[in-house]
C-alpha cells in the first residue's frame, strides 16, 4: 500500500524566510504533484514531477524529486503572505496504471508579515 | 474556458438519507476522479471513470456509488449516510486516462460539502 507522508504538518514563517515542505513516499511512482488549497477553496495544480532529478520553478516555489530516496521537496524562497496556503503532495502508483493519487496529509502553511 | 462544476455546493442531509452529487468535467476530458476530503483523513480517493467505465475504486463501503454518462459528466451517489460521511467531496477531470504517462494532472472543482446531521 502506497503511503505519502508529508513534515511539516504545520508551519508559520515569517515573510522573507525560506522553507522547505518534504514529501516522502513508500513504493516506487512516476508521478508526483504539488497541489495548493486555500481555506474554503479547491486544490490548485503548481507542478507535476515525473523523472528522477526533476526540478521545476515557479515564481518563489521550486519543487523537486528524488525518486531513488522517495523524495519530494517543496522549497519556498523569499516567503511572502500569499502564499499561505495548504500545500499537498500526491504520488501516483507505478506503472502510470488507472490508480487514484495517494495525498500526503498536507502542510499548513501560514506566513506572518 | 469553464472549469469542473460541482453541485450541489452544500448540502445538510440526516442520517440514513441518501444523496447524489454532480460533477461536470471540463470540456474534452474523458477522466472524472472523485475525492473525499476530511480533517481527519485527508484527501482520499473514491473512485475514477473514464468513458463511461470505472476503472478503479478506492477503500470504500459499497454505499458509496457512481456512474458517468456518454458526455462525460458523473455522478456520485452516498446511500444510507452516516455521520462520518461528512466531509468535501472533491471531483477532478484529466485529459487523458491515466495511462498516457505525465498527462493525468487533475483539474479539481470547488467541490460539494456534505454535512450528515
Known amino acids: 500500500e502506497l503511503k505519502v507522508e508529508q513534515n511539516p504538518l504545520f508551519l508559520s514563517m515569517q515573510e522573507g524566510k525560506n522553507y522547505t515542505i518534504y514529501c516522502n513516499y513508500s513504493?516506487?511512482?512516476?508521478?508526483l504533484y504539488w497541489y495548493r488549497q486555500d481555506p474554503g477553496k479547491s486544490l490548485e495544480s503548481l507542478f507535476v514531477l515525473l523523472s528522477n532529478g526533476a526540478v521545476k520553478q515557479e515564481g518563489r516555489l521550486m519543487a523537486s524529486l528524488d525518486t531513488k530516496a522517495r523524495l519530494s521537496t517543496l522549497h519556498i524562497t523569499a516567503a511572502v503572505h500569499d502564499l499561505s496556503a495548504t500545500y499537498f503532495c500526491a504520488v501516483g502508483d507505478s506503472g502510470g496504471g488507472a490508480d487514484g493519487l495517494t495525498f500526503g496529509k498536507g502542510t499548513h502553511l501560514i506566513i506572518q508579515p | 474556458k469553464a472549469g469542473v462544476t460541482q453541485t450541489p455546493r452544500y448540502l445538510i442531509k440526516t442520517r440514513g438519507q441518501q444523496v447524489t452529487l454532480s460533477c461536470s468535467p471540463i470540456?474534452?476530458?474523458?477522466?472524472v476522479s472523485w475525492y473525499q476530503q476530511t480533517p481527519g483523513q485527508g484527501l482520499q480517493f473514491l473512485f475514477e471513470y473514464f468513458s463511461e467505465t470505472q476503472r478503479n475504486k478506492g477503500n470504500f463501503p459499497g454505499r458509496f456509488s457512481g456512474r458517468q454518462f456518454s458526455n462525460s459528466r458523473s455522478e456520485m451517489n452516498v446511500s444510507t449516510l452516516e455521520l462520518g460521511d461528512s466531509a468535501l467531496y472533491l471531483c477532478?477531470?484529466?485529459?487523458?486516462?491515466?495511462?498516457?504517462?505525465?498527462?493525468?494532472?487533475?483539474?479539481f472543482g470547488a467541490g460539494s460539502r456534505l454535512t450528515v446531521l
Open positions: 470540456s474534452g476530458h474523458r477522466s
Open positions: 477532478a477531470s484529466s485529459l487523458e486516462g491515466a495511462e498516457v504517462l505525465g498527462a493525468n494532472v487533475l483539474t
Open positions: 513504493t516506487t511512482s512516476d508521478r
